[in-house]
């Protein structure tokens, strides 16, 4: 099996990539083959990567921003006027600091959860499908409602965008993930605020705006703030180095997620990163994902050029588990991931 670049040799830097190419539409396809074939090339090496020329309107984003601060500065109870509890299935709503865990620890943060905007009458939420329904929307600031909504119809078409340039990279049809996963995709959209503390917690050990994790979908897009703080983890002759992503201008910061790794047999692999807010202020990320369908069963690609079998990387893992000896929907390997991130809420998304 051929192995990934990131595992065998590591990597010093996140690339920056110019996507301009994929995100027009008269492009030529030699001008997108060329994008991609960049795309292919980070994801073998560090599973990460910036993109900048994508399009998405820097009005939008600063109105998004400007809320979102304005919602984090409220007080406290105001701000659990739409607590993670009310959402129930939806899986929607605002949680503390110290509300999510990563590797059973709790992180160092407080966030609001969004997901696609599905009226009560919708077929799946009517079944109970969970991570399905309303989002819960602050009553304050204004504009918030309005400006995370677009926000997540922009990422969505960037996300397709994005697909294409990976299908393209990977050797086949521009629709390969479309047709098969993610037409209808699952979306889910976090806004996370990291405030300033102290970098060892009274046990000595890190404290973590969030710890050592990978993501679950496909594609990760990331809107940072200019407080840095995000590394990447890279391995090169089984020794670990953390690699510092820090924020550049206009960019978004890209990343694939367990699934892909999957349909690739390991060959893009889905690259732990981490967080630790030492900007002695707030910190703002917004990440956005783009996933499968929830009923979607993903599956390797059928392609010898990416192998014969499939990597099992349980041993470098943050957790120690293999995405490749996962069975089941899209939908089950996130439920078993969120019932660990929320202990107390999983009653109300588990069976």
Not at 109 to 114: C, P, S, T
């Amino acid at each position: 099996m051929k192995e990934s670049a990131s595992a065998a040799d590591g990597f010093d830097r996140v690339p920056v990539l110019d996507i301009r190419a994929l995100v027009e539409p008269s492009s030529s396809v030699a001008a997108r083959r060329a994008v991609a074939t960049q795309i292919g090339q980070a994801c073998r090496e560090s599973g990460f990567f910036y993109i900048v020329g994508h399009g998405v309107d820097a009005g939008l984003q600063e109105r998004l921003e400007e809320a979102s601060r304005r919602f984090f500065a409220l007080p406290l109870e105001e701000k659990m006027a739409i607590r993670m509890a009310l959402g129930g299935r939806a899986w929607r709503g605002f949680f503390p600091v110290g509300g999510e865990l990563t590797s059973g620890r709790p992180d160092r943060k407080e966030g609001l959860y969004f997901g696609t905007e599905l009226d009560p009458g919708h077929p799946l939420v009517r079944a109970g499908t969970p991570l399905h329904g309303p989002n819960l929307f602050p009553r304050e600031p204004a504009g918030l409602r309005e400006a995370v909504l677009e926000y997540m119809a922009a990422l969505t078409g960037l996300g397709h965008v994005l697909m294409r340039g990976i299908a393209l990279s990977l050797g086949l049809e521009e629709d390969y993930f479309s047709a098969r996963y993610t037409a209808d995709p699952l979306v889910l959209f976090r806004i996370f605020n990291y405030p300033p503390g102290p970098e060892l917690g009274e046990d000595g050990q890190p404290v973590w705006g969030v710890g050592e994790h990978t993501d679950y979908g496909v594609l990760t897009i990331l809107k940072q703030d200019e407080a840095g703080g995000l590394q990447v983890k890279s391995r090169a002759g089984g020794k670990v180095r953390w690699i510092d992503a820090p924020p550049v201008p206009g960019s978004f910061v890209c990343n694939i997620g367990d699934m892909l790794d999957r349909m690739t047999r390991g060959v893009y692999r889905s690259t732990p990163h981490r967080v630790q807010n030492r900007a002695g202020r707030d910190r703002l990320s917004l990440p956005f994902f783009f996933d499968p369908s929830w009923t979607a069963e993903v599956h390797p690609i059928e392609d010898a050029a990416l192998g014969g079998g499939s990597a099992d990387d349980r041993s470098e893992r943050w957790d120690g588990q293999s995405v490749h000896a996962f069975h089941g929907t899209y939908g089950d390997y996130l439920l078993g991931k969120v019932g660990k991130v929320f202990p107390d809420l999983r009653a109300d998304v588990l069976p």
